[in-house]
């Protein structure tokens, strides 16, 4: 929840009355201008860059090379490293060759050191060098002076470094007019070896004396926002950088913005900011910084996809230009070559406020090379506990048991499926989480057993402030083992927060995740059964009396480091531990189910997380689907927006809308702080029915839900996608973002206009068919279909030539349809065939990946057969769940079907054939899901 609802709940309650639209408080939060070092990079204008390469320093190692470059105006050394990573990946990272204090390397990130590949020096000229990277034919051009990179593929340009000279690397510096600071950042405890102790061989010598520095800016060593000074006791430490993309028009990634799928030039405004804050009535299509930060950006053109990771977790901002006149020399000389006139360029320039610089450059060359690359490096989503994946009920605030009951048998009344009911801060005692409101909750434990027994679940808020209170155990052990965050002197840092005042403990300390984890044991947190899952808000932190309502960045991390080092991978950390918490006290067993709000580059690996406090309004619900696009293309696959919008109240007709888009969004969960939007039966019986058949709709393709999941567990592709990823040499695809596709089979127009008559959908694919998922209805692409709509429609297309395996008994929850029979959907393609798969396990436990409890099936039709086979032989798991029927889009009436089982036993099937609509249903296979079988029509 944000954190200006509680400070102002009046102005809040009187301006929702009287109807106004509510916009964000900009005043709060810092324009480019406004942030030091975002004023003095984006002064730098593109021109020659003051830095030189030393080609003769370089050292090439077995699999790295290191080089200085050096800055001609100061004479500051730096160190340059270039890797040649396994899978088309190439990392480069600068560094200041002789720092006064080690500077911050993101931790945590990485899986590991990724696997590089052996370098090799092919070609050497008078001021470029040029090396080979591996076995994918990259090779990589460095220029002397001023200082570039190109990276190649064979003899077409991929991408340039520094080709617009916007490299920065502030370096470390004394102050003038002062001592040098105390308490330099590593001594105590040192998280990270100094780059000293750990890049290796080449600063063997002395630091050279530091030159004269020029004069300094004001706010270089201080700088002023609102009423908050920050100390910057190290003074300016900023890096830059610049990324030029020939022949790319389109890119997309670094979430979190309110923003379309693709990114927009930044010239002329603010660039995109990557700094996690709690922005209380978030506006839409701004670059302003919201809750969540991946620093990871996408670029895409025909027969090729480039992803640039820039791993920092300080304020950072991006800048996006299209460029075709100010291009290079070396660019305009590549347009001659290549044979044409101008080609478009994407420009991207990154600027951070500290760290160093380290970018892993993706190199595809398809979309899906280029989200598994970055799965690779960062993890992929974590595989959701089945529940997790059916419908979830949460509103400020539930006000006690009888209320929680009263919400369930609501939903039991009007046979609407549920999973999960939410409890936000009020249930706590005293907003002191991990406890129970004595009077509202008096009996947590009997409440979470009663909703277990009829296969539902519960969430509870578990937010990282802590309420300054003696009596308070969380509170009194952490100031004890003095594991909160510190202010710059050394007092444990508090702030205000839900609780009043507050402290924040320190998650960024191994010793806290491990303390903090363990209070997820049932016996540590009180009235916690199996049933009971995480949700974390407020952890970008949410300080309500901070600088832009979060931590001074001057505060202090375990390490010595200052919270501007790392500011946005703090909300990851609360989010891997309380996940660890949840796994560690089922002995290991069970997957974890935790929800938060802000997010870095890893997340995913940890659980969901959503679009935040959003607002019930038509905008709000459009922007969902770019940004749930975008936080899956970055890795974060398990995204949702809350349906109905929290703040205000949606009509009906939008509250429809909501529950219908949200329907095949993967995260599904309405959230609401008015009591109609948490209880769907005060709608009216017809617009009760319509939220009905939408949950109806999503349970029935749970299947679908769960096997792409598990594609995306492995393989690092997103769930939910743009079609530019399933079509991408179809440049009409590159810039939507209305519709989308789940998995590769599924196509969704959400209707999100008001009044809606009608959609255009764009169906792709040169030579292919959709069908209308409802009507069954055959539709030739790629065309533009003019699709009429009333209130009950969700225009959703089956690509043809898939099979989607779907449940379609109407049931109460997830759990309670586990054993269903199931029903194949089979859309055959122009040419008669299809293909697709079905992944099953448990639903809960780790058995899948450490038992290879699972089943995965592989169906294939071709040449009048339908065959189940095995799609990975190592997964075996009974089940009793058996194939119903079987229903064939596209293909004529046949005079018979025989079903072959694995014993070679043959059996007629009674079948149904729809002349119109070329449907064929085969009735009761009843073969069990997990056995070989064939079906033959002839
Ligand atoms: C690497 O790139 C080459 C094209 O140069 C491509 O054929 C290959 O599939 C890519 N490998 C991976 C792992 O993405
Ligand atoms: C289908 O039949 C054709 C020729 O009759 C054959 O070439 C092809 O391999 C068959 N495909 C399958 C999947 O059995």
Redesign the pocket.
Known sequence: MAAALGRWPLGLALCCLLGASLAVDRGNFKTCEQSGFCRRQRRIQPGNSPYRALLESLELGPDVARMRLVNEATQVPLLLELWGLS??VTRLRIQELNPLQPRYQVPDVLLGEPPAERLEVTGRDEGTLELALGP???RLLVTERPFRLDLL?HRELLCSVNARGLLVFEHQRRRRDSDPPKDPPGEEGAAQEGPEDGAGSTQSEKPAEPPAEPEEEPGAWEETFKTHTDSKPYGPTSVGLDFSLPGFEHVYGIPEHAESLRLRPTEGGDPYRLYNLDVFQYEVFTPMALYGSVPLLLAHRPRLSLGLFWLNAAETWVDIGSNTAGKTLFGKLLDYMQGGGETPQTEVRWMSESGVIDVFLL???GPA?VT??YGRLTGTQALPPLFSLGYHQSRWNYQDEADVEAVERGFEEHELPLDVIWLDIEHADGKRYFTWDPSKFPNPRGMLERLAARKRRMVSIVDPHIKVDGGYRVHSELRARGLYVKTKDGNDYEGWCWPGSSAYPDFTNPEMREWWANMFAYDQYEGSTEALFTWNDMNEPSVFSGPEVTMHKDARHFGGWEHRELHNIYGLYVHKATAEGQIRRSGGRLRPFVLSRAFFAGSQRYGAVWTGDNTADWEHLRISIPMCLSFGLAGLAFCGADVGGFFQNPGPELQVRWYQAGAFQPFFRARTWTRRGASPWLLSPEHLAMVRAALRRRYALLPVWYTAFYRCHRQGIPVMRPLWMEFPDDPQTFAMDDQYLIDRVLLVHPVTEPDALGVNVYLPGEGEVWYNDETHEQHRAPQTLYVPVTLSTIPVFQRGGTVIPRQDRPRRSTEAMRNDPFTLYVALSPQGTAQGDLYLDDGVSFDYATKNAFLHRHFSFANGTLTSSSADPRGSMSSPAWLERVVILGVGRPDSALLTTHDGSQTPLQFQHDPARSVLTLRRPGVPIGADWSISLR
Request: hydrophobic residues 15%; aromatic residues 0%.
């Open positions: 899978g088309n994918g034919g990259h593929r190199l595809g060359p090379d598994a690359q």
